[in-house]
Structures are given as structure tokens and as C-alpha cells.
């Protein structure tokens, strides 16, 4: 098969249908490849062991025949696609399509607007600039330090950009690094009793900005893993979306492709395995097809009976020939939450087989069957990716230069061991007491962690 002929046949056939995925480059790469950038989420950039542990776990998997990651997708201009070198030319139909579908949500969709699109060369950049700090400082000193930072890589805040910060809260200083004109940094802060303003979540904006302690090799360094954390943020946020889209354009463009008879049953085959349930875990991309199947279906009228009645009884309009209109709105305008509490339906739960599961006796069971129940519980669930919401609510706690913290208790607790850990690290990266204001049997505790 010639592959620069057959993706220009699938991107012509996906313009043809109202696909707008901009320019997508394809290369062919063995499987230590395309499990290097799965775990380091970029090529280039830097390593931690951490990343390599991701690594070593997937290969290990496809070594032992246990999963096969058929592509990857890398949110750049043009887009990247990576195909597997072991893949049929069948499978490189059905992946070239995927990424197609991938790469329209990434030029489309709400929430990748603010993406640098230039990431793949400022993480090089990054890495080139952490060697540098190695070299200087020692392995050990900036290994244990990013330790510190990742562990709270998760700590930003994801409305930043629908409430940009103030000018007034950037502080400034005399030029000082060569790093100085990119990130502002302050190395020292007039704490008052009012600091912050108001409570901050983006906690690696804060330490960059307002630790007493860091140098400026450390405050670069947040800022890097801040800086590529808001990379991968709207990743996260659309991870159902995103899968569910690719995997309703692959489907799609690949019907409208001249497959012959052996060629549709492996493609029914292939596609069958990417939707199959998991009772031990969400499969977002067969939950993301059915809903878009979904909603194509009812926005083209086709409803059941008890839908029809349900609408007007509740006065909505019953839409007639619009599903393909629809489901482009939708991809463009949702995250994965609201595409979950507004598009989730009672027979979407029902075909897709989405149910809540629990283990009795040491079984696997279905738990929930109540459509509502799950489209709410799901919906909960992606509230801040499914993270605890802490913020710093005062960095003079008990007029000393404490940091204090509160988690917006919605229900679930901390994890223990993890808040013990991260709130460590949080006071090397403070360099003063850091106190945890949460919720633990139904009471108020506050968690504390000394220098």
C-alpha cells in the first residue's frame, strides 16, 4: 500500500464530510518509539523516572502481547501521527482516520485555543535547559527537586484562561537570569495578612512566583512543568471527547473508503476490540462513539417512544435532519463533563452497557443500573479531571510565613498517604510550615507538615 496515496484518499474523504483537521503529518516508527512518547507525552522531552516507569510498563505489556498501541496523536502544527511499523495497511486506514479525528478536535474544540502549538520545540528547549541545571547543580539536586514539583503537577488551575490573571498580581524585579523576560519571576515577596487576595489553585504559579526560599534555577524549572502541565490540560479535559470523536470518524471514514470483503471484516474486528467494554474501567472511546452515535440519532428525530414523550412533556423541540450539525457543535464547544451531564441519555447508558460495578463476594457486579444516577455520577466524577480542589488561602498563617491550604471538600477524602507525601514536598518548596485545612468521618482536620 502506498501511504502517502491512501492519506490523501482519507483526508479527502474526511474534508468531504465536514472534517477540519488542518495539516496532519504521518510517520512510520517501531513500537519502542511510539511507547517512548506515550509515556513522555512529547518527544524530546525531559526524562524523569518517572516517565521511564511509564515506559517500561508499556512495553513490557506489548512485549508480552498484552496491548498494542496501534498510533499516537501529538497536538502540534501540523499534527503528528506516529503509526505502528507492524501494522496491516487495514490498521493504517483505521489509524490514519482516528488521528484525522484527533486532529480536528485539536484545531476546533474550545478548549485547545490556548494550546502552543509550538510545544514539541519548547520541550526540547526545556530538556536542553534541565541538562543544563544537572550539570550544574547535580543529578541528585534537581531530581529530588522535580520530585517535589510533579507531585503537584496537578495543582493548576484549569479556568485559567476563562479568568485571566490580573496585571497588578505580577510582581517584578531588576533582570537578574537570562530567563527573567519569560517568566517575571519574584524572589522575594512583602507577605501581609491579606496574601493572597483571594484563594489561589494554580499552587506552582504561587510557589514560582512567591516562594522565600527557591533560586532562580528552581523557579524555572516549576515554571517549565507548569508550563508544559497547561499543554497537556485540555487533553485531560477531553479524553471521552476526544477518543469518542476519533473513533466515530474512523468508523465513519472508513465505511466511505472502497474496503473489499476481507477488508471490512477485519475492520469490524479491529473496531469491535477499540469499543469493547471494560467493567473494570471506563472505555472512553466507546463511551465518546455511543454518545456521539447518540446524539446524531436524536438530533436526526429518530427517537424512542418514550424519548418523544419525554420532549413534549418538557416542551424541546424535536430536531429534524440536524445530527451531523450537532455532533460538530458539540465536539467543538464540550469538555468531557459537560458532553457527559448535558448529552448522556437513558438509552445511550443502555446501549453502550455503562453501568456502575462493585465486587461482592469477591465478584464483579453491576451496582447501578439507574440511568441518572450514572450520568450524574460520571458527570461528578470529571469535576476537576476527578481531582481534589485545594487551594492556598493564606501564605502567613499565623503571621509566621505559613502556607495554609484548604481542600473544597465535595464528599470524597484525601487520601492519607498521598496528602502526607505531596504537603513534604510542598514545604521544601515553600521552606516553611504548610498546614491542610480538609474533612476526614465527617469532621473538620488539619493536616500539618514542618520544615
Known amino acids: 500500500m502506498d501511504l502517502n496515496t491512501t492519506a490523501r484518499q482519507i483526508a479527502e474523504v474526511a474534508h468531504s464530510l465536514g472534517l477540519r483537521p488542518g495539516a496532519v503529518h504521518f510517520e512510520i516508527v517501531p513500537a519502542h518509539i511510539i511507547y517512548e512518547f506515550g509515556a513522555y507525552g512529547l518527544p524530546g522531552r525531559f526524562s524523569h523516572w518517572t516517565m521511564g516507569k511509564a515506559y517500561d510498563r508499556m512495553k513490557t505489556l506489548h512485549d508480552h502481547g498484552l496491548t498494542k498501541i496501534l498510533e499516537l496523536a501529538i497536538n502540534a502544527d501540523p499534527v503528528y501521527g506516529f503509526l505502528l511499523d507492524t501494522n496491516s495497511d487495514l490498521e493504517n486506514k483505521l489509524v490514519m482516520a482516528h488521528v484525522l479525528g ?5 484545531r476546533n474544540n474550545a478548549y485547545y ?14 530538556a536542553n535547559r534541565l541538562a543544563r541545571y544537572t550539570t550544574k547543580h547535580g543529578d541528585k ?10 507531585s503537584l503537577v496537578s495543582n493548576i488551575d484549569p479556568n485559567q484562561y476563562i479568568k485571566p490573571r490580573k496585571p497588578e498580581e505580577k510582581k517584578s524585579k531588576a533582570k537578574e537570569t537570562d530567563y527573567d523576560d519569560l517568566w517575571g519571576y519574584a524572589t522575594s515577596v512583602e507577605i501581609t495578612p491579606s496574601f493572597p487576595e483571594h484563594p489561589e489553585r494554580d499552587i506552582l504559579y504561587f510557589l514560582m512566583e512567591h516562594s522565600p526560599t527557591l533560586e532562580d534555577w528552581q523557579r524555572d524549572i516549576i515554571g517549565i512543568i507548569r508550563q508544559e502541565a497547561y499543554y497537556f490540560l485540555p487533553q485531560m479535559r477531553t479524553k471521552i471527547l476526544a477518543e469518542g470523536w476519533a473513533t466515530y470518524w474512523h468508523n465513519t471514514i472508513c465505511h466511505e473508503m472502497d474496503l473489499n470483503d476481507r477488508e471490512y471484516i477485519d475492520f469490524a474486528r479491529l473496531h469491535s476490540a477499540i469499543i469493547h467494554p471494560n467493567p ?9 462513539y455511543f454518545l456521539f452515535k447518540d446524539i446524531e440519532r436524536r438530533w436526526n428525530g429518530k427517537l424512542e417512544d418514550y424519548e418523544r414523550k419525554e420532549y413534549k412533556e418538557k416542551g424541546w423541540d424535536i430536531m429534524e435532519g440536524q445530527g451531523r450539525e450537532k455532533i460538530f457543535e458539540v465536539a467543538n464547544l464540550c469538555d468531557d463533563q459537560s458532553f457527559i451531564r448535558n448529552y448522556l ?7 453502550s452497557k455503562t453501568y456502575l460495578y462493585g465486587e461482592e463476594n469477591k465478584v464483579l457486579v453491576i451496582t447501578e443500573t439507574d440511568w441518572e444516577v450514572i450520568r450524574n455520577g460520571l458527570a461528578n466524577s470529571l469535576a476537576n479531571l476527578g481531582l481534589p480542589v485545594i487551594e492556598i488561602v493564606d501564605a502567613n498563617y499565623e503571621k509566621k510565613g505559613q502556607l495554609l491550604l484548604e481542600h473544597r471538600y465535595e464528599g470524597l477524602e484525601l487520601k492519607s498517604d498521598w496528602a502526607d507525601k505531596t504537603l513534604k514536598n510542598l514545604t521544601k518548596l515553600w521552606g516553611r510550615g504548610v498546614y491542610l485545612r480538609t474533612r476526614k468521618n465527617d469532621r473538620e482536620v488539619t493536616l500539618y507538615a514542618g520544615v
Open 102 to 106: 484527533h486532529a480536528d478536535t485539536s
Open 280 to 288: 473494570l474501567s471506563l472505555n472512553p472511546y466507546r463511551l465518546g
Open 113 to 126: 485555543q490556548q494550546t502552543n502549538k509550538d510545544m514539541l520545540d519548547i520541550a526540547n528547549l526545556h
Open 141 to 150: 539536586k534537581v531530581e529530588e527537586f522535580l520530585d517535589c514539583v510533579l
Open 345 to 351: 441519555s437513558r438509552k445511550c447508558i443502555e446501549d
